[in-house]
């Protein structure tokens, strides 16, 4: 199976940084995102400035924020033939948290999905995805988006086209 594209990553790594700074509100800041390839693999990090606790519906669409970014990427770019499914790290993060406090297989289930639907919904407004997709391609070029060039990138979400 082949590996993700370094596309497909580039907007993985868009979508949790553009997560992060949506639900911050002030608390931090998204300080830099990544991505590396390096023709075997491909990887990425979003880091923040600082150690934050969020709540369990918080971690979900941080940590399930780079798989909706990924779905809403296949809506544009289907997915090549036998593309292996990326972010397994991320749904077991996820996952684990998630048993760890509801204790319900049938609870994860209710509350994954409605942080799924909740992140489509987020990639589905325009000035989102145009955010997502510039700092993707910004990720492409450069390998790394950082300092006041990621800010001014992540606050283009919320001044009005």
Do not use: C
């Amino acid at each position: 199976m082949p590996l993700p594209t370094p596309e497909r990553l580039a907007h993985h790594e868009a979508g949790h940084a553009v997560v992060q700074h949506w639900i911050s509100e002030g608390r931090f800041r998204v300080t830099r995102v990544a991505l590396d390839t390096d023709g075997l693999q491909v990887a990425g990090s979003s880091l923040i400035d600082q150690e934050v606790t969020l709540g369990l519906y918080q971690f979900g669409l941080v940590t399930l924020a780079g798989i909706a970014a990924e779905n809403r990427y296949f809506e544009d770019h289907p997915a090549p033939e036998g593309e292996r499914w990326g972010a397994v790290g991320d749904v077991e993060q996820w996952m684990a948290a998630a048993a760890d406090l509801l204790q319900s297989k049938a609870r994860v289930e209710m509350v994954t999905g409605n942080v799924l639907r909740r992140l489509a919904d987020f990639f589905q407004q325009p000035g989102t995805w145009g955010v997502v997709s510039e700092l993707a391609g910004l990720l492409l070029e450069q390998g790394a988006v950082e300092g006041e060039s990621l800010q001014d990138v992540l606050q283009r979400r919320q001044r009005p086209s």
